[in-house]
């Protein structure tokens, strides 16, 4: 029985059932298999895959069910959902291997009867491939299915930006994305990096930014582990440049953890002043004491606290604000690809109340003459030009300098919007 196809399952069982992040399920299982490199990214490409076009494959996999999906049993499920992405969508896997080993996996994780249920499924879906053929229309189920994309998001997009625009966003969210990392430059240099790293190249939007390609296990990339290099995408580096922070200035970043614009932040500041990165939850809290420790930053003040009552207990003394608001988060749907399956509807309707809250709430804090930077990273104009519309109208005493919206199908980096707002 194939050990990466098995861990596969394991692994889109947690993903899909136990609620885990797809992302930190995936970097667990690294860690303790120890793959290889080639089975290290056969497995990454088999549970990022499967979670990816797993609206698609559902639908799919209905069509050869006599029962609702719904009703299969969970581990069952991540069994056939595995095996009917490595039919549809890996070509140079053989037909017969997936089957194959999805039986034995099912024989070892559940019971024979299950493996006799999984291995008629799919030689049902073998004799029978064109009965799951994709509808070609325009139409926001077609859409969605042909790029794998709940219907309820291709809707808001296409109410959003229109049909055609729709299309080459989810287009867009389907490309893997390339690994940015922001160099240190408290510690060294972009050129140093590059230098070392012939297969990194120069970001052409933030001059602390590269590109890594072909690169191993992050575990073992050495500048990351030593503090010369943290993980952002350039979209959300930006959002440091737009606030622009200075030496000694007093910053507050609201919704700060992991700690990755506080920290870059704090690099554009040398290392001088003071950076109060508040965050809701103790757990993450501890992320950004981590994660400053490894990059040498000294100014970061995390602070366990609601964003919305920073206002209060920081009344008019910041220099620089950054909120970077809670969101639904359809700007990194190409990054995190269990977005299209723990997104609703119902908590994206939710999201401008919270994020008006923090804003007004947060800026508060902010000293007349200051500087607040409002960012997401979404593409929704309810949980980004609304929300500042809404807050200008009730605060006269802020005025909008700026704002900057990045989409994948034209920027290539992650969705992201940034609002910039001076108080008078």
């Known amino acids: 029985m194939d050990k990466v196809r098995l861990a596969a399952v394991k692994t889109i069982f947690e993903i899909t059932v136990k609620g885990a992040y797809s992302n930190v399920a995936l970097a667990q299982t690294l860690r303790r298999e120890k793959f290889f490199d080639l089975d290290r990214r056969f497995f990454t490409e088999l549970v990022y895959g499967t ?90 189920e077609s859409i969605a299915l042909q790029n794998f994309h709940p219907t309820w998001i291709v809707k808001l997009l296409i109410a959003e930006f229109g049909v055609e625009t729709a299309k080459k966003i989810c287009a867009a969210n389907n490309i893997e994305p390339q690994l940015c990392l922001r160099v240190n430059l408290l510690k060294t240099s972009r050129e140093k990096i590059l230098a070392e790293y012939p297969n990194a190249e120069k970001s052409n939007l933030v001059p602390e930014g590269i590109i890594l390609k072909n690169h191993g296990a992050l575990d073992n990339f050495k500048p990351l582990k030593i503090g010369l290099c943290q993980v952002q995408d350039e979209s959300s580096m930006f959002a440091a440049h737009f606030l622009n922070p200075q030496p000694n200035d007093f910053v507050i970043d609201c919704c700060a953890a992991p700690g990755g614009k506080s920290t870059h932040m704090a690099e554009l500041m040398q290392n001088r002043g003071k950076i109060v990165s508040v965050d809701v939850f103790e757990q993450k809290i501890e992320h950004i004491k981590q994660n400053a420790k490894r990059l040498g930053i000294k100014i970061i003040e995390p602070v366990l606290l609601d964003a919305r009552l920073i206002g209060e207990k920081y009344f008019e003394q910041a220099d620089k604000i950054l909120i970077d608001a809670p969101c639904s988060g359809l700007g990194v749907i190409r990054r995190k690809a269990d977005l299209r399956i723990k997104k609703f509807p119902a908590e994206i309707a939710e999201l401008p109340k919270l994020q008006q809250e923090i804003l007004f709430g947060a800026s508060k804090a902010l000293k007349s003459g200051g500087i607040l930077v409002y960012s997401t990273c979404t593409i929704l104009r309810r949980e980004n030009e609304d929300v500042i519309e809404k807050f200008l109208t009730e605060n006269k005493n802020f005025e909008l300098l700026e704002t900057k919206n990045f989409l994948p199908h034209i920027d290539g980096t992650d969705g992201f919007f940034c609002a910039k707002l001076i108080k008078h």
Do not use: H
Not at 107 to 116: E, H, P, Q
């Open 51 to 140: 979670i990816k076009t797993l609206p698609t494959l559902d639908w799919k996999l209905q069509k050869y069910l006599t029962r609702e999906i719904e009703k299969v049993d969970a581990k069952v499920l991540s069994i056939l959902r595995l095996s009917m992405y490595q039919i549809f969508f890996m070509d140079r896997v053989p037909n017969s291997a997936a089957v194959n080993e999805s039986v034995e996996i099912a024989k070892k994780i559940t019971n024979l009867g299950a493996s006799k249920f999984v291995n008629g499924v799919l030689r049902n879906c073998l004799r029978e491939i064109e009965k799951s053929a994709l509808p070609t229309g325009d139409d926001a």
